[in-house]
C-alpha cells in the first residue's frame, strides 16, 4: 500500500521545505519555531537538537557540515553534522538570504538585491570575498564547478573561489520569480534548465552561449523551477497538473491532472512516480504517467523528497513523516 507510515515527528509548526535537508542517514529540521534536530532517517531518533532562532531561510548540509540561516538573524552558523556543534559564524548584513555550499566556499546574499553576495571559507567561515554592491539573483545553484547566479533576462557562472564570471547567457524572458526557492534545474554535466516568464523553458549549456528554447507552454506555468525525475522534466501548470517533457527535445510526454494544487516533489518509484496533493492524496503513476494507485495521506501535505530506497519524507500541515511507496520496504 502506498504512504504506509514508518515514522512521524511533530514539528509544532508549519512544515518547511527551507528548513529541510537530508544527507545520508540523517534527517535535520527546524522545529519547535526555534530549534533544530537531526534525526536518525531510519526511525527517527534524535540525534540531537539545538537552538537556532527562528524561520531559518535556509537549511543546508554539505559533507560534514549543516549551514542554518535564521531568519532574524546577521550571523551564517555552522554546525558540526555528526554532533550539533557550533563549528563557526560569520558575520552578514541584515535579510541576507540564500545559501549554497561548495567545497571551497559557501554563497550567501542576493536574496531580493537586499544584501552583496558574500563568500566564507566552508571549513573555517574566514571571508573569501563580497560583491561592491548589493546584489540581486535567484537562488543560486552550483553547476560545471562553477555557481549559477541570474537576475531578469541574464544568468551567469561564476568561480565560488573569487567571484570571477566564468560565462554568462541571455535568456529569451526574464527569469520566472521563484523567491527563494530553486530557480535552475541541472539535468546533466553541460545542461541546465530555467523557469523564463510563465510559459518557457530555456536550456543552457556550458559549452556554449547560445539558449536554447526546450518548451513553451500553451497557456501557462506555475513559478516553480522544472523538476528532473527518472529522466523527465516535471512541469507544473495552472489547472493543478504536472507536464512531463522530454528533455532531449521537449515533447510533452504526458499530463497527470489532479485538479487541485500539487505539493512540491515528484520522486522515482521503481519505473513509475508518486506525486502528492496539497490537499493529502498520495498519487503512484506509472511509466507512463497513467495513476494506479492513490491514497489519502490523512494530512495536509508541503513536500515529498525522495530517499531512493522505496521510502520518502513527505513535509506536512505539522509534521515529517517517513513513509514507504515503493516496493521495497523494510523488513520486506
Known amino acids: 500500500m502506498i504512504g504506509k507510515t514508518l515514522w512521524e515527528r511533530q514539528l509544532h509548526q508549519r512544515g518547511s521545505t527551507s528548513a529541510l535537508a537530508i544527507a545520508g542517514d540523517r534527517v535535520v529540521v527546524h ?80 536574496w531580493r538585491g537586499y544584501t552583496p553576495i558574500v563568500a566564507v571559507n566552508l571549513q573555517d567561515g574566514r571571508p573569501l570575498w563580497r ?50 526557492r530553486q530557480a535552475f534545474t541541472v539535468i546533466g554535466p553541460d545542461r541546465c534548465l530555467a523557469l523564463c516568464g510563465t510559459r518557457s523553458v530555456a536550456a543552457m549549456r556550458l559549452s556554449s552561449s547560445i539558449v536554447e528554447q526546450l518548451f513553451r507552454h500553451d497557456t501557462g506555468l506555475l513559478g516553480f523551477a522544472p523538476e528532473f525525475t527518472g529522466g523527465v522534466v516535471w512541469l507544473r501548470d495552472r489547472q493543478g497538473g504536472y507536464l512531463a517533457v522530454d528533455p532531449e527535445d521537449g515533447s510533452e510526454l504526458w499530463h497527470v491532472d489532479v485538479a487541485q494544487p500539487l505539493a512540491d516533489g515528484v520522486v522515482r518509484d521503481g519505473d513509475g512516480f508518486v506525486i502528492g496533493s496539497q490537499g493529502g492524496v498520495l498519487l503512484r503513476l506509472r511509466s507512463d504517467g497513467q495513476v494506479l494507485e492513490r491514497a489519502s495521506s490523512a494530512a495536509r501535505i508541503a513536500a515529498l523528497r525522495g530517499l531512493g530506497t522505496g521510502e520518502v519524507i513527505m513535509v506536512t500541515k505539522g509534521t515529517l513523516r517517513m513513509i514507504a511507496v515503493g516496493p521495497f520496504r523494510r523488513g520486506e
Open 131 to 180: 560583491t561592491q554592491q548589493c546584489a540581486a539573483t535567484v537562488r543560486p545553484e552550483p553547476w560545471g564547478g562553477g555557481v549559477m547566479l541570474g537576475s531578469g533576462s541574464e544568468a551567469w557562472l561564476i568561480d565560488p573561489r573569487d567571484g570571477m564570471e566564468l560565462g554568462r547567457w541571455r535568456l529569451p524572458e526574464p527569469l520566472a520569480d521563484t523567491d527563494n
Open 31 to 110: 522545529e519547535r519555531h526555534n530549534r533544530l534536530a537531526c534525526l536518525d532517517r531510519h526511525d527517527g531518533a534524535v540525534r540531537w537538537d539545538v537552538p537556532v532562532g527562528t524561520w531559518p531561510r535556509a537549511v543546508v548540509v554539505y559533507g560534514d557540515r549543516c549551514l542554518v540561516l535564521p531568519q532574524n538573524s546577521d550571523q551564517l552558523v555552522c554546525l558540526d553534522l555528526p554532533t550539533g556543534s557550533v563549528m563557526w559564524r560569520a558575520g552578514l548584513r541584515g535579510y541576507s538570504g540564500h545559501v549554497v555550499a561548495t567545497p571551497e566556499a559557501v554563497l550567501v546574499g542576493g
